[in-house]
Nanobody, 125 residues
Framework: QVQLVESGGGLVQAGDSLRLSCAASGRTFSQYAVAWFRQAPGKEREFVAAIRSGGSTNYAASVKGRFTIARDNAQNSVYLQMISLRPEDTAVYYC???????????????????WGQGTPVTVSS
């Protein structure tokens, strides 16, 4: 069993930066792929970024070059560094974890079995 807890969300202005954190419990965290998804009001949950157990990363086109995902297995944590934030980045951001094998897409919510409660990010224009 793995529990995920997000933190770091808040209200910022366009162009600002934020760093989200996802803290995980469980000794097997290093074996999990971890992803960030987001859900804006009235919209479906969408993929943001993912990092596999081996460290390879994957980003949505809308955030590539602005967001960076990283993990610290010693701290059982995954981070999402966000720069040049835009109003359209406003959403609740969720951390997700799972044993995603090499044949499974890290972009699908169904690839993950553990989810955090979400942390809200609001970007004002």
């Amino acid at each position: 069993q793995v529990q995920l807890v997000e933190s770091g969300g808040g209200l910022v202005q366009a162009g600002d930066s934020l760093r989200l954190s996802c803290a995980a419990s469980g000794r097997t965290f290093s074996q999990y792929a971890v992803a960030w998804f987001r859900q804006a009001p009235g919209k479906e949950r969408e993929f943001v970024a993912a990092i596999r157990s081996g460290g390879s990363t994957n980003y949505a086109a809308s955030v590539k070059g602005r967001f960076t995902i990283a993990r610290d297995n010693a701290q059982n944590s995954v981070y999402l560094q966000m720069i040049s934030l835009r109003p359209e980045d406003t959403a609740v951001y969720y951390c997700a974890g799972g044993l995603v094998d090499m044949y499974t897409s890290v972009r699908l919510p169904t690839s993950y079995i553990y989810w955090g409660q979400g942390t809200p990010v609001t970007v004002s224009s």
